[in-house]
């Protein structure tokens, strides 16, 4: 069932942009629901930069159409002081502490001082608020970046990877920095090549690749499409070759990775591979059905890697 455009955060139609004769993005069409974190994935030059860049206004189209909180992406002003956002790195001046930076940036766009220790406590540098930003490392410049794109209270956040250079306990932190503004009702449209981040955190993906959009939707409905597989282990490793035959023999194509047989079928034929081996002799230790990660079906979707 659609939703209706109140409950849109971003709606794009047709959106284009064309380089001479290069297209970037083509004819690009989803939504990004209201209070939602929408992972923004592709490999790199498929055009996530470029329709970031078209939906904040800084690059206009050259075709289709858009709206983000409502309003035509014709007419930034109507929606920017909504956004908050962090596209291609922050920029920050080296001399100052990472507090001074954001008073400065509050300061130019009307906020309130008060929030600035606030948001620095919330990325996690606030014991590090009156260090110089020249000795910030790339994972605090990221933060600080972050705690910038929230100065005005945005409904809706615009993050370009917003987790590179960070340690895995400082994506973490993130990934829960996101989820919670998400619960809170900020809208999040982040990308990351950190896929499995953000298999954990999206409540929808929109995917691309060169330019064009292959998938929008539900996370966990583009991991449903994808192909499950059935994860079998004997008690008798010499027994896998046989388990391997047995499902090829039902329609069930297979390999054995380890001492693990994989087997490609429905979570719901995993019983009757039971029973077969059981009717062969064969004892299972282990019987899984799994889905493959949102990392396997990127790479199998776009080719990532070929």
């Known amino acids: 069932m659609p939703l209706e455009a109140r409950e849109l955060a971003i709606s794009v139609t047709d959106l284009t942009k064309h380089y001479g004769e290069r297209a970037a993005v083509s004819h690009a069409n989803f939504d990004v629901p209201m209070g939602t974190v929408c992972g923004f994935v592709g490999p790199n030059g498929s055009g996530k930069t470029t329709t970031m860049r078209m939906l904040l206004g800084l690059i206009s189209p050259s075709g289709g159409n858009g709206k983000v909180l409502g309003e035509p992406i014709s007419d930034p002003a109507k929606y ?4 908050g956002a962090m596209i291609e790195g922050p920029a920050f001046y080296p001399s100052l502490s990472g507090a001074e930076n954001l008073k400065v940036l509050a300061t130019l766009g009307g ?28 994972g605090m410049k990221q933060r600080l970046g972050i705690a910038a794109a929230l100065l005005p209270n945005p409904q809706l956040l615009i993050l370009d990877e917003p987790t590179n250079g960070l340690d895995p306990a400082g994506i973490q932190e993130i990934r829960d920095l996101l989820r919670s503004l998400a619960n809170e009702g900020t809208t999040v449209f982040v990308s990351s090549h950190l896929l499995a981040e953000i298999e954990m955190i999206s409540d929808s993906l929109v995917m691309l690749r060169q330019g064009e959009v292959i998938f929008a939707g539900k996370t966990q409905d583009l991991l449903l499409q994808q192909q499950p597989t059935i994860l079998a282990r004997s008690e008798d490793p010499k027994d896998l070759p046989r388990l391997i035959q047995i499902a090829r023999e039902a329609g069930h194509e297979g390999s054995i990775i380890g001492s693990v047989a994989h087997i490609l079928g429905p979570r719901e034929w995993a019983s009757t591979l039971n029973k077969l081996a059981f009717d062969s002799g064969i004892t299972l230790a282990q019987l899984s059905p799994v889905l493959p990660s949102l990392e396997e079906t990127f790479f199998e979707m776009t080719g990532a890697g070929e």
């Open 80 to 83: 920017l002081d909504r956004v």
């Open 111 to 138: 906020h309130s001082l008060d929030q600035v220790q606030v948001l620095l406590d919330r990325v996690g540098l606030g014991d590090r608020a009156k260090s110089k930003y020249k000795t910030y490392s790339l």
